[in-house]
DNA sequence: ATAAAATTAGTACCAGGTACCAAAAAACAG
DNA sequence: CTGTTTTTTGGTACCTGGTACTAATTTTAT
């Protein structure tokens, strides 16, 4: 039996039974645990905790709440080291049932990530927030969110983010945020 | 809080979410690891790695958390108008990919919506909050969110959630929120 | 004040891994 | 047949979420 073969084997195994361990496949295909290891590795399969923990805690759909990408809203101008501008049209899953209003912290994603975004730095990471809501925004309206540095100061940046639907303001916020060399990051 | 008290809430919470680690338990309960053993021990209830698979192998009475989509993280505890739990744990989607550190807002969103939860009302939206993020917070850990209610002033709410990763404080923030009355709402 | 109960602390151990390094075995090429 | 590469195996250190046990400390009750 070839190596292709076995992990096509192994695959199917743990598709039917994710139950199995990797002593249990150790047995079943007559390899070493550190090969079903291997295989599983160039496989993408994870763990075994892991596929038990999916198997439980998925008998439906997740919540999936806030989105996946790196930015929260859609930039649509941006000077790095200055200022920036982003668009979030808000949709029915960011409103609360009840009131069809965004929740706050919505606005928020797009105003954190807009002002990280305009950072002249390869990272950055919010250090303090001090965010006001001035009026909610409902489902379907368009937020407009305007960056702009205030202040530099070594790798401390004052950021202030105003997002507006039309030319109401509807939040304001200010964020301290510190540059993270490449180096620093581990 | 005594003894008996202390189990009975236990065992409410691992009905409620099998998925909490004894780890988890002790944060919540503000009490040693060992004291949870020990109350699983007198309680009969099965260590961690059990719940799961039980959970994993019976997908038919799965208890499905109070993890509404309206909630970020999981509600693990609710003393509607007083304080509040909540356990968030960091997934890579919630990670900018170069530093794997959590996006900010992320934990603006776990602290946001357990203080509007906590809060006594039909329906609640934040008026002005102020942020501090004390360390960056990295995939694969859960942070405990703890909301307490400072002040209640006629409609309005002072509300201060620290969250932490085991002993450590990541974050704190301080919310004011405006309960609006049902026939309020448009 | 003292005994009892409850809590915390610490150790050794386990499963089922990850991550990494080195060695052995098998496959293939010239 | 030898040399190189791939595959497989082995071993170590470390991690989580525990068990099992002992001992010390703290709290509560008498």
């Known amino acids: 039996m ?67 990408g790196e930015m929260v809203g859609e930039m649509v101008d941006l ?38 975004a305009a950072i002249d730095a390869e990272m950055a990471l919010t250090g303090i927030a001090r965010v006001s809501f001035k009026r909610p925004v409902s489902c379907g309206e368009k937020v407009l969110a305007r960056a702009l540095i205030k202040l530099k100061k070594g790798n401390k940046y004052m950021v202030k983010v105003t997002s507006y639907v039309k030319d109401e303001i509807v939040f304001v916020g200010r964020f301290l945020i510190f540059a993270v060399a490449e180096e620093a990051i581990p």
Chains 1, 2 share one sequence.
């Open 79 to 116: 000077e790095v080291g200055s200022s920036g501008i982003s668009i979030l049209t808000v949709t029915p899953e960011m409103t609360l049932s009840k009131t069809r209003y965004i929740r706050g912290h919505h606005l928020f994603a797009q105003a954190n990530s807009l002002a990280v």
């Open 2 to 68: 070839n190596k292709a073969e076995r992990q096509r084997r192994l695959a199917r195994f743990l598709e039917s039974d994710p139950f199995l361990t990797d002593e249990d496949l150790s047995q079943i295909l007559r390899v070493s645990v550190q090969t079903i290891r291997l295989d599983r590795l160039e496989l993408k399969i994870p763990e075994f905790k892991e596929r038990v923990l999916t198997v439980a805690k998925n008998p439906g759909l997740s919540p999936r709440t806030l989105t996946g």
